[in-house]
């Protein structure tokens, strides 16, 4: 499985922020509780919504076509990383941004 078929399997499963997912090695999905579905006793809770999420770094790669997107550039990955203590670009595994500018990083050492 690609990371592409992931994100499109997710979202599929309407989950558009991976760090709304739990892993547990295998592929089937569970929501962490915070983001499952909505209940009647949430109707009060309402929260905003986050916009579309945006992958930015793949598998070590940086993603040109959506830096581009979000206008930005290479200088602003590296700040982003720097920022979460991440020297290498090659450190991570997959990283995205939302609408409202939350980050989302995950590295390859939590994949061994």
Same mark, same amino acid.
């Given at each position: 499985?690609?990371?592409?078929s992931? *994100?499109t399997?997710l #979202? %599929? %499963?309407?989950? @558009?922020?991976?760090?709304? =997912?739990?892993t547990?090695g295998? =592929? !089937? /999905?569970? %929501? %962490?509780?915070q983001? *499952? ?5 949430d109707i009060?809770? =309402?929260q &905003?919504s #986050? ?6 770094? /793949? ?6 076509? &959506?830096? &581009? ?5 290479? !200088?602003?990955v590296?700040?982003?990383l720097?920022q979460?203590?991440?020297? #290498?670009i &090659?450190d991570?595994? @997959?990283?995205? /941004? ?6 989302? /990083? ?7």
């Amino acid at each position: 499985m690609t990371t592409d078929s992931l *994100l499109t399997n997710l #979202r %599929k %499963k309407d989950v @558009f922020y991976v760090d709304q =997912v739990e892993t547990d090695g295998t =592929v !089937s /999905i569970l %929501k %962490k509780p915070q983001f *499952l579905g909505v209940m009647q006793k949430d109707i009060m809770n =309402v929260q &905003s919504s #986050r916009g579309t999420a945006q992958a930015f770094i /793949i598998d070590g790669k940086i993603l040109q076509k &959506s830096l &581009s997107l979000l206008g930005k550039d290479a !200088s602003w990955v590296k700040n982003v990383l720097l920022q979460h203590n991440i020297s #290498r670009i &090659s450190d991570v595994f @997959f990283a995205q /941004i939302d609408q409202v500018g939350n980050i989302y /990083i995950d590295l390859r050492d939590d994949l061994m």
